[in-house]
């Protein structure tokens, strides 16, 4: 019995350190190709006029889509920071989806709102329309009232009435910098297969706002919002930046992404039946255009930002990170036949492996892991060389890769300029692997039993305002 444990330890043990070598070899890997991008990316700034080329070329109309629900402390501040964005001509389409606080009646209240009549474009199944407001003061606002559906059906709801031929998905708690739309739209530009791109998402807590812009950046006090920026910035700069090269973005945040309207249409919408709508739809394009061949790419930028409130308590932050996996164990089974399937090209065969096996299974294997190794320790008998082959690439590696995605945050946009900051995101990187690293592992394996459960929901999410952190 004793000899069987054993050998179920050490197989389970080899099983999870190939697991955090496989991980961090990916990781490895895709920091490297962002590194080179990053770098290539920021001297073709300093030589590219966006505003130019933009008015040269034509700047394609954009609709904002923003589902609200129960968003009354954030909604009015960040649609006026839509407002104020520089673009040529774009509209912003508030879709409140059945707010039970006052999110319509401080919209209303706000901007003048006025009952109005909007023909629709597309036919989309949605919760019933209750009305539809345009806006007295300002001729490119108007808000869709609807029964409760749900952020995606909020969303196809907003699709079905936008009349531009790209569309912004927008989260109603986030707030866009003024030239993001000019930025991400010199994409479709100058590839015109662009289908959908994606911007970076950071982190709002601890900043200045001032009429709906972030005027001053700094680190959060609350040491659970640190910990995000850091994971935002590993993320988006070293993950996304490195999967874009290879052309096989895989996600693009529900905050702020842009989408050609035609095709998101053709390829049925958002799917409402799904708590990771978001990246359902970028993995269904991707399955969509390779099936009906169609000339295709999904980028990232980095510099088009969105700036979004995150949770400052463990409650909060554990429904969001249930949420976001049971969204990616749902759309990788719904996709499932494009797993090494040689059709769908290097989404199929590498980034589809990637996210099931490493990124959706990997929070199960990297708990297996700590328990075996608590094992290991209590029966005895534990070997020098898997100790230190263990912490070395549990908690070293990971160390690496986050010093290397503040690294790439340093030499590329430097948003926290401030000494203190970066000095703090260093230490962060040190201090996530011993206790934040675990916490997120147990949230993702709560949504393993969550999915398992049946449970639907998105949880109810708490926000503070942007008003509370414009305080110094």
């Known amino acids: 019995m004793v000899e069987a444990l054993w050998t179920f330890v050490w197989y389970c043990n080899a099983l999870v350190l190939g697991y955090f070598i496989a991980i961090s070899a990916v990781y490895f890997l895709t920091s490297l190709v962002a590194f080179r991008a990053l770098r290539n990316y920021v001297r073709r700034l300093h030589s590219l006029d966006t505003k130019e080329l933009i008015a040269s070329a034509g700047a394609p109309p954009i609709t904002l889509l923003v589902p609200a629900y129960n968003e009354e402390a954030t909604c009015v ?20 989806d059945g707010s039970r606080d006052q999110t319509l009646n401080r919209l209303v209240e706000a901007f003048d709102l006025a009952p109005a009549v909007r023909a629709p474009t597309a036919e989309i ?18 808000v869709i009232d609807k029964e409760n559906g ?15 031929s790209l569309f912004c998905a927008m989260d109603a708690d986030s707030l866009i910098e003024r030239e993001a739309l000019v930025r991400v739209a010199r994409l479709f530009l100058e590839d015109g297969t662009t289908v959908a791109a994606g911007g970076t998402i950071r982190i709002v807590n601890g900043c200045t706002i001032r009429a709906g812009i972030v005027t001053d950046i700094r680190l959060p006090k609350n040491y659970l919002a640190r910990f995000q920026v850091l994971e935002y910035l590993r993320a988006f700069l070293a993950g996304r930046m490195g999967w874009s090269v290879l052309n096989a973005t895989f996600v693009i945040s529900g905050a702020f992404g842009v989408f050609r309207r035609s095709t998101v249409v053709d390829a049925g919408g958002y799917a409402t039946d799904t ?60 996709h499932r036949r494009m797993l090494f399937n ?28 700590y328990i075996s190794f608590l094992i290991i320790l209590f029966l005895g008998s534990p070997t020098a060389v898997y100790i230190v082959a263990f912490l070395l690439v549990a908690f070293v590696l990971g160390v690496a890769l986050s010093l290397a995605a503040v690294g790439l945050e ?63």
Request: hydrophobic share 40%; glycine share 8%.
């Open 125 to 142: 199944r949605t919760a019933r329309i209750r009305g539809i407001y345009h806006s007295r003061r300002y001729s490119n606002l108007w």
């Open 410 to 472: 340093e030499i590329s946009f430097r948003r926290y300029p401030r000494t203190s900051d970066l000095i703090g995101l260093f230490l962060l990187a040190i201090l996530e692997n011993f206790g934040y690293r675990q916490l997120n592992t147990y949230w993702r394996i709560r949504a393993v039993f969550s999915k398992i459960r049946g449970v639907k929901g998105w949880g109810k999410m708490e926000r503070k305002g942007f008003a509370t952190e414009a305080k110094k």
């Open 275 to 334: 708590v990771g709508e978001d990246m359902e739809l970028v993995v269904r394009l991707h399955r969509y255009c390779r099936e009906n061949r169609i000339p295709y790419r999904i980028a990232y930028m980095p510099d088009p930002v969105a700036w979004t409130e995150c949770p400052e308590s463990t409650k909060i932050l554990g429904r969001q990170r249930d949420r976001w996996h049971r969204g990616l164990m749902e759309t990788m089974w719904r």
């Open 77 to 96: 501040e960040s649609t006026r920071s839509f407002l104020t964005l520089e673009y040529p001509e774009y509209e912003v389409l508030v879709v409140n």
């Open 150 to 164: 749900g952020k995606a059906d909020s969303l196809n709801a907003g699709l079905s009435f936008c009349r531009t």
């Open 342 to 369: 040689p059709r769908y090209g290097l989404i199929g065969l590498l980034v589809c492996p990637y996210f099931f096996f490493l990124e959706m299974l990997g929070p199960i294997i990297e708990f297996m892991g």
